[in-house]
């Protein structure tokens, strides 16, 4: 099993870096994961990380990418609601690599 | 439609619930330990008979001679193999299985 | 893919006691995605699979019933319940997580009869 | 005939996997195509390499396997169940490919029939 390592605390991650426990999860964490993918966390990126953890304790999923896109035009504007954005937050998939940085599941059923 | 059941109906409710929801005209396969309600003289018996007025009753043959009732089979009730048994999937324009 | 289906999941398993019901559910999300016209059928014990209240703690596994409530963002919006299963099992529609429409065994029956796919877990 | 098989639960347990074997035997010697064969739930178990049966009964994953190799039929095993019950690349079995669960919507999409085994 692989781990991470902050704040001088170590943390059980899978192969691909996801954490093993959901409950690890803290802003310093995810400031890490974000790191590894090469990517600065800004108030941006933490607005759609912060719904996709509001979303999972509502309903126990990490959305698909299609129901993110849409629930965050519909709370966050419709300029934030597209896969430009989202993408160009989160190059490799704001399902993948945001629900990392999230510290949610791994999406399996992917299509 | 064909409906596929697989479970005795004197342990599980699965037939009767599917005898008493499809629609009249429908086709009903019974597979593995449905086969138990083809029999002749099971407690279940004279609700398959009822239902026989509504639908058509298949068994799969293999599924009732590998559990030693072969010769037992109630008056009316088909008696498919395997290719019936995929006949049938054709023959009807949509299928479920009661799981 | 261009060709629309009607799917139909059919529900007859408790949650907890086997995992069916939650597997069904992860097969439900999937089917949305490709726009598929999308049914779901509550009948037999499925129908408890809806009870809100769910407390899992105890048993050690996750809750996945607040998941019915996303299903709408999913654009599944055709939730069924078969009466006659619901009133057996001293339920309401006000004990479900989520709004379903209730049908009769007969309007159930019609219903699986128009489908294309059924799938039943 | 375009023919989709599920079966749902693991071999020598429940004769769901026999059951969808003989169908989709029978299928194809009276001509239809068995387009593909999706495992899920407990299903996922008749897809692995490590099976053992004693020699006097039948071997249901080699027979799996021998008919993808002569029917061209395409055996999925679902991921996100095949994860929880350990099936995994390392112990899959020839002629077995591990996919989403979309190929199992794509089965209901582009086959005439979709038939289910299981309990």
């Known amino acids: ?111 | 439609m064909l409906h596929i059941v697989n479970k005795s109906p004197l342990t599980s409710g699965t037939l009767e619930s599917c005898l008493n929801t499809m629609v009249d005209g429908g086709d009903v396969l019974l597979i593995e330990d449905a086969v138990y309600a083809a029999t002749a003289g099971n407690a279940f018996e004279s609700k398959l008979t009822a239902a026989m007025g509504r639908c058509k009753v298949h068994v799969l043959m293999p599924d009732l001679e590998a559990r030693g009732l072969g010769d037992r089979l109630i008056a009316g009730v088909a008696s498919v193999d395997y290719a019936g048994f995929v006949g049938l999937t054709v023959s009807n324009k949509n299928c479920q299985s009661w799981l | 893919m261009s060709d629309q289906k009607k799917f139909m999941f059919v529900n007859r398993k408790a949650p907890y006691g086997t995992i069916y019901a939650l597997e069904s559910l992860e097969v439900v999300l999937i089917t949305a995605a490709f726009d598929q016209d999308v049914s779901l059928a509550f009948l037999d014990d499925g129908v408890y699979q809806l009870k809100k209240g769910m407390q899992t703690k105890g048993i050690e596994t996750k809750n996945f019933s607040p998941t019915y409530r996303a299903l709408e963002d999913y654009d599944v919006e055709k939730l069924y319940v078969e009466k006659e299963a619901m009133e057996a099992r001293g339920l309401n529609e006000d004990d479900f997580i989520v709004g379903v429409t209730v049908l009769s065994r007969a309007e159930m029956g019609k219903l699986m009869d128009e489908q294309d796919v059924v799938l039943s877990f | 005939m375009k023919f989709g098989i599920v079966v749902n639960e693991g071999p020598y347990q429940h004769q769901a996997s026999d059951s969808a074997y003989l169908f989709a035997k029978a299928a194809i010697e009276a001509g239809h195509e068995v387009w593909r064969v999706f495992f899920y739930h407990d299903g996922v178990n008749n897809a692995s390499r490590l099976t053992e049966p004693p020699q006097d009964d039948r071997n249901i994953v080699n027979r799996w396997t021998k008919l993808a190799e002569e029917h061209k039929v395409d055996l999925v095993v679902c991921v996100a169940a095949a994860l929880r019950r350990g099936i995994k690349e390392e112990n899959l079995a020839t002629g077995f490919r591990i996919s989403g669960l979309g190929q199992l919507v794509e089965s209901g999409i582009k086959c005439d029939r979709l038939v289910t085994f299981g309990d």
């Not at chain 1, 790191?35 to 996709?52: P, S």
């Not at chain 1, 896109?69 to 937050?89: M, P, Q, R």
Request: aromatic share 12%; net charge negative; hydrophobic share 35%.
């Open chain 1, 1 to 111: 099993m692989a781990s991470i390592e902050v704040g001088g605390k170590s943390y059980e991650t899978d192969e691909e870096g996801y954490l093993v426990n959901l409950a690890d999860w803290n802003a310093e964490v995810a400031d890490y994961i974000a790191k590894t993918e090469n990517i600065d966390m800004t108030e941006q990126h933490w607005e759609v990380i912060n719904f996709l953890r509001e979303y999972f304790d509502e309903y126990q999923i990490a959305p698909a990418v299609r129901v993110l896109t849409k629930a965050i035009g519909k709370k966050l504007g419709a300029e934030k609601g597209n896969s430009e954005y989202l993408y160009g937050l989160f190059p490799y998939g704001p399902g993948k690599q945001a629900c990392k940085i999230a510290g949610l599941p791994k999406p399996t059923g992917c299509v």
